[in-house]
């Protein structure tokens, strides 16, 4: 039973929506650790931020799977191109909005997955 279950969940030649999905589920985690645990740990504000260090540590990961994925799509090419725009332009925003002020990204170009 589990092992069916994580492969109707996880990612697939045939679609992006698993990708689009999860980078929401990241947003979610990431606000939730700006919001609820960032202030409760946060004894000395300019050294922890737990959202800011979850949100270079997704992206990190994030980028390198959706690399990974997307040359396998490149492949097989079973998705749209709006698929594919739609999934860029989510990706775009979130590193936006969460990974570009960080300082180990601040002053680099940013890395989109290709």
């Known amino acids: 039973m589990f092992e069916s279950c994580c492969e109707d969940g996880g990612p697939s030649a045939d679609s992006v929506n698993f990708w689009f999905d999860f980078l929401d589920y990241m947003m979610r985690v ?3 650790d700006k919001n ?10 300019q050294e922890l ?9 997704l992206w990190q990961l994030y980028k390198t799977d ?5 040359e396998e799509h490149a492949q097989t090419k079973k998705c749209s191109t709006p698929e594919y725009m ?3 332009f989510k990706v775009k925003g979130f590193y936006f909005k969460y ?5 180990q990204y601040k002053d680099s170009i940013p890395e989109f997955p290709a």
Do not use: H
């Open 36 to 45: 609820i645990y960032t202030p409760v740990l946060n004894q000395f504000p």
């Open 49 to 57: 931020s737990v959202g800011n260090l979850s949100a270079a540590t």
């Open 86 to 88: 739609n999934l860029y």
């Open 66 to 70: 959706l690399q990974m994925a997307l």
């Open 30 to 32: 990431i606000e939730d």
């Open 99 to 103: 990974v570009a002020d960080l300082p």
